[in-house]
């Protein structure tokens, strides 16, 4: 599995390479601002990253989806399954790498805020307080109270969601690719059963949520939504390794 996962690694490490330079060049502006007290090269930099973050993290996230769906197409690359590995240990390196590949890019983006955060504060003589201050701001703009609970629950949330959808993505492409294997209709229908999947998923979580009393805490409703979350991410992995082990394996 090692092998495989340095081989999706590298494969779709050069996107990564383009955002980590755009970020450095927003970064470098912002703090080139800071320093000569420009304010429109501060806010504009900003701006840019925020812009940047949205955009990134959509395509990131199906990025890994694109490359299976290549990979299925062209018939080109180990997801011919014609290697000496199961297809749970093919699909599996996929997802580690698709989810360090979503890590990675959330660390560069949070790499370059702190360093924009902390060229401003140390303009202002106020690095010593960085934390306090984000903490303070955080609950004024967004009523957000930043506590190691419900920041480490927020994080699980984040890549258990992340792998969700990609284990739809994958159902949907490998489900689609052994009925029509190159024809045209392949990746739209694809796309409409990934949507499909995903609306189903949201559904069960919420009925999940509702047959918690409502009395309940915060955090019992939080864990109920993330364990049914998690067990139908699980449950479409399966029958995506199933479905590839049988019907795509040669």
Not at 24 to 40: A, D, N, P, S
Not at 227 to 237: C, N, Y
Request: hydrophobic residues 60%.
């Amino acid at each position: 599995m090692g092998k495989i996962f340095k081989y999706e690694w590298k494969k779709q490490m050069f996107s990564k390479y383009v955002i980590g330079g755009i970020l450095l060049v927003l970064t470098l502006i912002f703090m080139l601002g800071t320093m000569l007290e420009r304010e429109e090269w501060q806010a504009t930099s900003l701006v840019l990253l925020v812009v940047a973050g949205a955009f990134t993290s959509m395509y990131i996230g199906v990025e890994c989806l694109l490359v299976l769906n290549r990979d299925l197409r062209t018939k080109e690359s180990h997801m011919l399954f014609m290697i000496p590995y199961p297809a749970y240990t093919i699909l599996g390196a996929k997802i580690l790498a698709a989810v360090c590949q979503i890590l990675l890019t959330a660390a560069l983006f949070v790499g370059a805020f702190f360093l924009c955060f902390s060229a401003y504060l140390a303009a202002n003589s106020s690095f010593g307080q960085f934390f306090e201050i984000l903490k303070r701001l955080l609950n004024e703009w967004v009523e957000i109270d930043i506590t190691w609970d419900w920041t480490l629950l927020g994080i699980g949330q984040l890549i258990i969601s992340w792998i969700g959808m990609i284990a739809a993505g994958f159902t949907a492409i490998i489900a689609v690719r052994t009925v029509f294997v190159q024809s045209k209709l392949a990746t739209p229908l694809a796309i409409v059963l990934f949507f499909v999947l995903n609306w189903g998923m949201v559904k069960l979580v919420d009925l999940a949520d509702r047959m918690i009393p409502v009395t309940a805490s915060d955090f019992a409703h939080f864990w109920a939504q993330l364990g049914v979350l998690a067990v139908l991410a699980v449950m479409l992995l399966i029958l995506s390794g199933w479905m590839a082990e049988k019907k795509l394996s040669v």
